[in-house]
């Protein structure tokens, strides 16, 4: 008898990936193409291939995670939207934080604000830093904008007051009005979306919500009726930034909170597996066709940003973007797929990325029309991927196509094709090595004692590279790693967070006060969790702030206590101080400490799913031999193929070898060895 199915759903830029569970157990996995410009097809094709065998009616549960409000910002395919803000404050978006990200370019681009001048209004009214109205709202004003509105065609509006985080009420008058009178255009306030000090970056991310807000209700309703269509009847959760999951009519309100979406799963997998022998340090490493994505886990949990960029000038400058406060898995962000492009760079040297060939067309191996070399032709070429048992055979790879796009690119660079294809592979790890090792010492962190957990389709092929750059000495590789951002929303709990920002020094904080503020944001978040299906059984609370030093610029996010009834001044000072001396090593002498910004997550309980039967097949676990490049060996050696699907718990295995499975293929050197572990994880260790 067939139990209760739960879905998952990762659309990639290159693939698309799904996992099935009966129960508790993995049963099925499938991975197809992202279609561009519409992924909602390709998710459909997916999910019948998924189901070809199973009860559609006993989907119980449907998660997904998806790229489409990054991609909506990045390529500015939202909609017309209006901004409504405090009178002398329309330029707060053009003006920014007044700060350069490269102080000497005399040509500097900055984002352009997603809603031009023309459809930015001030309204004269006035909250002070404290709370106080300086001067009350005239909503004859805002009633003033709506012809203008409506001649704009405004698809969708933000409205942010001047220190809204202290008091609302403005932003709801105003809101209930345009609601009224607009009753087809939503309408987004900055007191919901962030709450917190800082007028740019809370107007930046309330403007970025109103965006896709339109884009991302319209995805969804067509995502809706296609389940429908296809016979499920389950609830649809979607993967927030955080690695939580929220109901599909919060995502709507807040899809901004969906930035990462995606990405963040991929940190819950590693976190997963990296937690099944007492929550070890992990570096989550994904590698897909497109992107690769990196984080850090430490007892257990990914660690949490308070604010992200998105759509940046340049890619991978901090600095050039929009600023989005909202919480976020810490993820770097890599231009490193199997999709990347390699080309002659700088000096006649050779580049990779950080533009990819995507799906469409895809690496030269996939003869869909690419002609340039990408960074899985020269997989191929090194003897890494099987070129007939790609995606387990469905997807058969033009090993001459790879050979002669990889040739071409060496002639310019006077290398043969193996010597090419070698620059190619190395040049992208050591790119991807380089990014995480500034990633951690950024966040105070050494590497070298982590374990490398490795998911993707690409991260298990290049994650020997990257560990033995990093100094990384041990490294995993779990069950059906190619779909595990898939796999990795499974075991997401229901999960969302709260912040309130009122700034006070510590010993001026009004302790009575501040723990109904907290209590308000705990019963919202145990609503939540009640709309996702979860009960108070298993429910946890941790309440968090940020705090600096008087004078400073920026605040260090410090994780307090599970109940509201402790907080005190010190508690508050006795954790900011070993978390400061932590991070920098001292503190500056008789200088108060104050907080800006309270902050709660309300979490359910974590599935705790099984990857299912891992050996398939009692056969001979040994496939043969191929010639298999290695940086260690300077060149190529012969290496030994082995079937995932026959590897027994308790095998061991030496390097040099590569071990096949249907979505990826597992990559170990000379001086590398396996073991099989009961799980049916791939357990490496580095010798030297």
């Given at each position: 008898?067939?139990?209760?199915?739960?879905?998952?759903?990762?659309?990639?830029?290159?693939?698309?990936?799904?996992?099935?569970?009966?129960?508790?157990?993995?049963?099925?996995?499938?991975?197809?193409?992202?279609?561009?410009?519409?992924?909602?097809?390709?998710?459909?094709?997916?999910?019948?291939?998924?189901?070809?065998?199973?009860?559609?009616?006993?989907?119980?549960?449907?998660?997904?995670?998806?790229?489409?409000?990054?991609?909506?910002?990045?390529?500015?395919?939202?909609?017309?939207?209006?901004?409504?803000?405090?009178?002398?404050?329309?330029?707060?978006?053009?003006?920014?934080?007044?700060?350069?990200?490269?102080?000497?370019?005399?040509?500097?681009?900055?984002?352009?604000?997603?809603?031009?001048?023309?459809?930015?209004?001030?309204?004269?009214?006035?909250?002070?830093?404290?709370?106080?109205?300086?001067?009350?709202?005239?909503?004859?004003?805002?009633?003033?904008?709506?012809?203008?509105?409506?001649?704009?065609?405004?698809?969708?509006?933000?409205?942010?007051?001047?220190?809204?985080?202290?008091?609302?009420?403005?932003?709801?008058?105003?809101?209930?009005?345009?609601?009224?009178?607009?009753?087809?255009?939503?309408?987004?306030?900055?007191?919901?979306?962030?709450?917190?000090?800082?007028?740019?970056?809370?107007?930046?991310?309330?403007?970025?919500?109103?965006?896709?807000?339109?884009?991302?209700?319209?995805?969804?309703?067509?995502?809706?009726?296609?389940l429908e269509a296809s016979g499920i009847d389950a609830p649809l959760h979607i993967m927030l930034s955080t690695g939580g999951l929220a109901t599909a009519d919060t995502a709507r309100k807040f899809p901004i909170r969906l930035l990462e979406s995606g990405p963040a799963a991929g940190v819950l997998a590693a976190a997963f597996f990296g937690s099944q022998d007492g929550g070890r340090s992990v570096f989550a490493f994904d590698m897909g066709g497109t992107t690769a994505k990196a984080g850090l886990v430490e007892k257990g949990a990914p660690l949490i940003a308070r604010e992200h960029e998105a759509a940046r000038v340049y890619r991978f400058t901090k600095g050039s973007g929009m600023p989005i406060r909202v919480p976020v898995v810490d993820l770097l962000e890599i231009g490193a797929g199997g999709g990347s492009i390699a080309r002659i760079g700088t000096f006649g040297l050779p580049k990779v990325g950080p533009d990819s060939a995507a799906s469409d067309p895809g690496p030269v191996c996939y003869g869909l029309g690419g002609d340039q070399p990408t960074v899985t032709d020269a997989d191929l070429v090194l003897g890494y991927l099987n070129p007939e048992f790609f995606l387990g055979g469905k997807m058969k790879l033009d090993s001459d196509g790879a050979q002669a796009a990889v040739a071409s690119l060496g002639r310019s660079l006077d290398l043969s094709p193996i010597d090419t294809a070698a620059a190619i592979h190395r040049v992208v790890n050591e790119n991807m090595a380089n990014a995480a090792r500034m990633h951690a010492i950024e966040r105070g962190k050494d590497l070298r004692p982590f374990t490398l957990v490795a998911t993707g389709g690409a991260g298990p092929v290049h994650a020997w590279g990257v560990a033995r750059a990093l100094g990384i000495a041990r490294l995993v590789f779990p069950p059906h790693a190619g779909v595990g951002s898939a796999f990795g929303m499974l075991t997401a709990p229901p999960s969302f967070e709260f912040a309130r920002s009122l700034p006070s020094k510590v010993s001026g904080v009004d302790w009575g006060g501040l723990r109904d503020a907290v209590d308000i944001m705990i019963q919202n978040g145990r609503s939540e969790l009640e709309a996702a299906g979860a009960g108070a059984t298993g429910m946890s609370i941790l309440i968090a702030a940020d705090i600096r030093y008087e004078g400073q610029g920026d605040s260090i996010t410090v994780e307090l206590t599970p109940d509201p009834d402790e907080l005190d001044g010190d508690l508050v000072n006795d954790r900011f101080l070993g978390e400061y001396l932590r991070l920098f090593g001292s503190r500056p002498p008789d200088v108060e400490a104050e907080v800006l910004t309270w902050r709660v997550r309300v979490s359910g309980p974590a599935p705790r799913p099984e990857v299912g039967d891992?050996?398939?097949?009692?056969?001979?676990?040994?496939?043969?031999?191929?010639?298999?490049?290695?940086?260690?060996?300077?060149?190529?050696?012969?290496?030994?193929?082995?079937?995932?699907?026959?590897?027994?718990?308790?095998?061991?295995?030496?390097?040099?070898?590569?071990?096949?499975?249907?979505?990826?293929?597992?990559?170990?050197?000379?001086?590398?060895?396996?073991?099989?572990?009961?799980?049916?994880?791939?357990e490496v260790t580095i010798d030297g």
């Open positions: 008898m067939t139990e209760s199915l739960r879905v998952a759903v990762d659309i990639g830029g290159t693939f698309t990936d799904l996992v099935l569970h009966e129960g508790d157990r993995l049963v099925a996995t499938a991975k197809t193409l992202t279609t561009y410009p519409d992924p909602a097809a390709g998710v459909a094709q997916g999910i019948g291939d998924l189901l070809a065998e199973w009860p559609h009616e006993n989907v119980t549960e449907v998660v997904h995670g998806t790229t489409l409000v990054s991609n909506a910002l990045i390529e500015r395919r939202g909609s017309v939207i209006a901004l409504i803000t405090t009178k002398g404050f329309r330029d707060v978006l053009t003006s920014g934080k007044e700060q350069r990200y490269d102080m000497y370019d005399l040509f500097i681009q900055m984002p352009e604000p997603l809603v031009p001048r023309r459809r930015r209004y001030g309204i004269d009214e006035r909250v002070l830093a404290d709370g106080t109205v300086d001067r009350p709202i005239n909503l004859d004003e805002v009633a003033a904008l709506i012809p203008s509105l409506r001649e704009n065609e405004v698809e969708a509006i933000a409205v942010s007051f001047l220190h809204s985080y202290r008091d609302p009420e403005h932003e709801r008058a105003a809101a209930e009005l345009l609601r009224r009178e607009l009753p087809e255009v939503p309408v987004t306030i900055s007191s919901d979306v962030s709450p917190e000090v800082g007028e740019y970056h809370r107007t930046s991310t309330t403007v970025a919500n109103a965006y896709v807000l339109p884009t991302f209700d319209r995805y969804l309703h067509r995502l809706e009726k296609d891992v050996v398939t097949s009692m056969d001979n676990p040994h496939k043969g031999t191929r010639p298999m490049w290695f940086a260690e060996a300077k060149g190529l050696v012969t290496g030994d193929v082995y079937d995932r699907y026959s590897l027994v718990p308790g095998t061991i295995l030496k390097g040099p070898c590569v071990v096949e499975e249907r979505e990826s293929t597992v990559v170990v050197g000379p001086g590398g060895s396996i073991e099989v572990d009961d799980l049916g994880n791939l």
